[in-house]
């Protein structure tokens, strides 16, 4: 199984980004999706999270201004991140929990990082 996310970049304060992770691979399904963060120096921390059935949670720092969502046809999940502030500034990383097709087993992937910067 691999996660592939992309969408970073530099943004403004205020500004919008989105980030796109796809995962692929002997997936039967992917039970929750989720993004997590990692400023330098800083302990990595849950950004959102969302289950196949929609069910989503937000750390309360970003609640009101980012947005997960899914597509389960294509086992991607979406983080739309708008009114973005220097503080957002950090690697996100892709995190899912997949059923695969090997033995039916659930097992948590992590996908490489993309770097968000946030300009003031």
């Known amino acids: 199984v691999q996660l592939q996310a992309s969408g970073g970049g530099l943004v403004q304060a205020g500004g919008s980004l989105r980030l796109s992770c796809a995962a692929s691979g002997g997936i039967f399904s992917a039970v929750s999706m989720g993004w997590y963060r990692q400023a330098p120096g800083k302990q990595r921390e849950l950004v959102a999270r969302?289950?196949?059935?929609?069910?989503?949670n937000y750390a309360d720092s970003v609640k009101g201004r980012f947005t997960i969502s899914r597509d389960n046809a294509k086992n991607t999940v979406y983080l739309q991140m708008n009114s973005l502030k220097p503080e957002d500034t950090a690697v996100y990383y892709c995190?899912?929990?997949?059923?695969?097709?090997?033995?039916?087993?659930?097992?948590?992937?992590w996908g490489q990082g993309t770097q968000v910067t946030v300009s003031s």
């Open positions: 969302i289950t196949s059935g929609g069910q989503t």
């Open positions: 995190n899912a929990d997949i059923v695969t097709t090997i033995g039916f087993l659930t097992t948590n992937y």
